[in-house]
């Protein structure tokens, strides 16, 4: 059973900082990409980030280019979305998904497994 576990979330004024964090068990991701995808209220959920096995490839939305920073420390199994500058119109549920495939895709539909989501709000 692969579970993909999201911690970090919660609320914060703008301006601040969060890091959500991606833990996955029940195998090995070794050479998978992962991705973050949020989904804000009463919207469709939408691509974040998503980074290849190394790092070395990485993908944003343009909405958090600069912002937002996807990390991994394989040897954990964990992913990480460390958020900076964060502003109301980044409340949303986050989640985290994994792909095992090695090639990086902004696409929903190319993640097989997904986190059950961990809520951040943004205060004005």
């Known amino acids: 059973q692969v579970q993909l576990v999201e911690s970090g979330g919660g609320l914060v004024q703008a301006g601040g900082s969060l890091r959500l964090s991606c833990e996955a068990s029940?195998?090995?991701?070794?050479?998978?990409?992962m991705g973050w995808f949020r989904q804000p209220p009463e919207k469709e959920r939408e691509f974040v980030a998503a980074?290849?096995?190394?790092?070395?490839?990485?993908f944003y939305a343009d909405s958090v280019k600069g912002r937002f920073t996807i990390s991994r420390d394989n040897a954990k199994n964990t992913a990480y979305l460390q958020m900076n500058s964060l502003k109301p119109e980044d409340t949303a549920v986050y989640y985290c998904a994994a792909r095992t495939g090695a090639l990086v895709y902004t696409i929903q539909g190319q993640y097989e497994y997904w986190g059950q989501g961990t809520q951040v709000t943004v205060s004005s």
């Open positions: 029940g195998r090995s991701f070794s050479g998978a990409a």
């Open positions: 980074s290849n096995w190394g790092g070395g490839t990485t």
